[in-house]
């Protein structure tokens, strides 16, 4: 199954920006890296996907490596409710299956 | 829309009854996944659907264990019997293969078995 390696844990002060590194060596060319994250006692919210270009949304960006193994989920100014699991996924193009590692656990300090 | 609708969102039950959890997908959506998540397993997905019909059931730990989704807007889980093992907390997820495959998950279902 897929495979992604992220830091077990990370800490950020609030309105600061926040780099979540995602190592994931093994992404064939025709996966997304898509990234969820799951709020305290709620399931996992879609936050972003890409390919192989950089992408921004309403809530983060996403910065993909060249040789695709690697990318890093940018928050551009944390709050406090960014505290939460981030996960790293890549989904393939096969089937439409989100293997869950551990994930990136982020605390927000004020 | 209101978003992926799971019930109850709290069981409790003795070892050895059927347990059945529910799942209202968002309207449109074609795919359909049931997720459980522990401790000690992280989240694990279960079964999905496509198009009403379970295309990949390999997460599904033993036979206890089965999932329906007779129309569009509906799914079941069942386990029969349950154990303390199962003791998690359950998500149903559903998307739109072909757009975007973001998946919209519920808020799940708390289920302990004593």
């Known amino acids: 199954d897929a495979k992604t390696t992220q830091p077990n844990s990370m800490e950020s002060n609030e309105e600061e920006p926040v780099h979540l590194p995602c190592n994931h060596s093994?992404?064939?060319?025709?996966?997304?890296i898509h990234w969820y994250r799951q709020l305290p006692s709620q399931g996992p919210e879609y936050v972003i996907h890409?390919?192989?270009s950089n992408v921004n949304n309403r809530m983060a960006s996403l910065a993909i490596a060249e040789d695709r193994k690697s990318s890093t989920l940018i928050l551009h100014r944390a709050t406090l409710r960014d505290a939460a699991v981030y996960y790293c996924?890549?989904?393939?193009?096969?089937?439409?299956?989100?293997?869950f590692g551990t994930g990136t656990l982020l605390a927000v300090q004020p | 829309d209101a978003g992926v609708i799971q019930s109850p969102r709290h069981e409790v039950t003795e070892m050895g009854q059927e347990v059945t959890l529910r799942c209202k997908p968002i309207?449109?959506?074609?795919?359909l996944f049931w997720y459980r998540q522990t401790m000690m397993r992280g989240l694990e997905l279960l079964i999905y659907f496509n198009n009403n019909v379970p295309i990949d059931d390999s997460g599904m730990p033993e036979d206890r264990f089965s999932a329906k989704m007779p129309n569009a807007s509906f799914s079941t889980l069942k386990i029969q019997p349950s154990e303390p093992r199962d003791s998690a907390v359950y998500f149903c997820?559903?998307?739109?293969?072909?757009?975007?495959?973001?998946?919209?998950f519920g808020p799940g279902t708390r289920l302990t078995v004593t």
């Open positions: 309207s449109g959506h074609n795919s």
């Open positions: 093994t992404i064939s060319g025709t996966d997304y």
């Open positions: 890409g390919l192989t």
């Open positions: 996924i890549f989904y393939g193009g096969a089937t439409n299956k989100l293997i």
């Open positions: 997820a559903s998307s739109l293969v072909g757009e975007r495959d973001e998946q919209y």
